[in-house]
Antibody, heavy 120, light 110 residues
């Protein structure tokens, strides 16, 4: 079955760190463009980061310099290392796969999400 | 940064048609995609590349685009269509490509 399963969320203090994982099955992470998208409580969707199949990475301005997206090809898993966390980073974090023509991509597969709460 | 604007809410009676607009500068030059999100669930793609419909999505869902507005249309609305709907494009005007979601529209079935 083709699916994405996130893990690693939880409660962390402001300034702390957390690493999210997204285990893929039924397809290969390294040959796809993979993303993290988040949703703060009661708010809309916000794109966070993308890693291209070639390894290039890009970030939303709100997380640039604090978050790092990566993958482990041997584990077929996507990661998001989150450092210097702030209260405004509190959200459900989804991993999502991209499809479509270059720069007209859409998210065809989503995980169920993992909740990150940043609070003292 | 690129902005996609949607009305916060749309109300529709069962069996009627819901139309959800998504406005953005020069949106005609981009492919627009639409997602449905029910409470506590991950988003689900309902329209891709302006008017394509993924496998398993009812024909009642359709997309179109005219001028600076893309539109998601849901015909013969059912109670199960009650959800939040988001449009999405990739912004290529910034220093690097970045994804942009619309502000979201809550569809209420009366």
């Amino acid at each position: 079955e083709v699916q994405l399963v996130e893990s690693g969320g939880g409660l962390v203090q402001p300034g702390g760190s957390l690493r999210l994982s997204c285990a893929a099955s039924g397809f290969t992470v390294s040959t796809n463009y993979m993303n993290w998208v988040r949703q703060a409580p009661g708010k809309g969707l916000e794109w966070v980061s993308v890693i291209y199949s070639g390894g290039s990475t890009y970030y939303a301005d709100s997380v640039k310099g604090r978050f790092i997206i990566s993958r482990d090809n041997s584990k077929n898993t996507l990661y998001l290392q989150m450092n210097s966390l702030r209260a405004e980073d509190t959200a459900v974090y989804y991993c999502a796969r991209v499809r479509g023509s270059y720069l007209n991509w859409y998210f065809d597969l989503w995980g169920r999400g993992t909740l990150v709460t940043v609070s003292s | 940064s690129y902005v996609l604007t949607q009305p916060p809410s749309v109300s529709v009676a069962p069996g009627q048609t819901a139309t959800i607009p998504c406005g953005g500068n020069n949106i005609g030059s981009k492919h627009v995609h639409w997602y449905q999100q029910k409470p506590g669930q991950a988003p689900v793609l309902v329209v891709y590349e302006d008017s394509g419909r993924p496998s398993g999505i009812p024909e009642r869902f359709s997309g179109s685009k005219s001028g600076n507005t893309a539109t998601l249309t849901i015909t013969r609305v059912e109670a199960g269509d009650e959800a939040d709907y988001y449009c999405q494009v990739w912004d290529t005007t910034s220093d690097h490509p970045r994804d942009v979601f619309g502000t979201g529209t809550k569809v209420t079935v009366l």
